[in-house]
């Protein structure tokens, strides 16, 4: 089952994206990847038309965390909202990738917490959900999550509930298909 609006998430859809993890995201070669990558740099097997070059063997090439990440369907938001001012990756685009596509990523991880709060029900859930409320909309305002310390201490309480809320919901992801 994929991740849909009802879930406060949005569909994960590399042919929408410019291919934005494999430019914001920094690697090391332990963590599978072969080789050092900064952050906010072009990965040497993106394609200008933002295809990945070895992407149907990864593995074979040393590159399966690239099949594993999960952008919870940030990299098409951003690129759409991008769309009309961006072409092919340039410098100024380059050096606010890591920015755009975690931001989102973590404002996705968010909706989709919120979401299922409030469908799980219980009291604790229900208030953690109204205090994540104006973390999300803040968001929209300042394109940054930032959690007060309160909000911060009752998530960490509550850090078996999230974690059980959230299993269900990592479990809906598959593989991405591939910039
Ligand atoms: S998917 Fe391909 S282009 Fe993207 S980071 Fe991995 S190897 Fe590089």
Partial sequence: MGRGAEDGGWPTDCAQCFGLCCVALAHQPAAGFPAVKASDTVCCHLNDDFRCSVFERLEAEGFPICRAYD????????????????????????????????????????????VALRREGSPEAVELAARLDPVADAFRRTGRVEIDAETAQFMRWHEPLISAILAPLKEQTKPREGP
Avoid: K, Q
């Fill in 71 to 114: 952008c919870y369907g940030a990299g098409p938001v951003v690129s759409d909202r991008l769309r009309a001012e961006w072409g092919p990756w340039t410098p100024p685009m380059v050096a606010g990738a890591a920015g755009h596509l975690l931001g989102f990523r973590e404002l996705a991880r968010l909706r989709m917490l919120i």
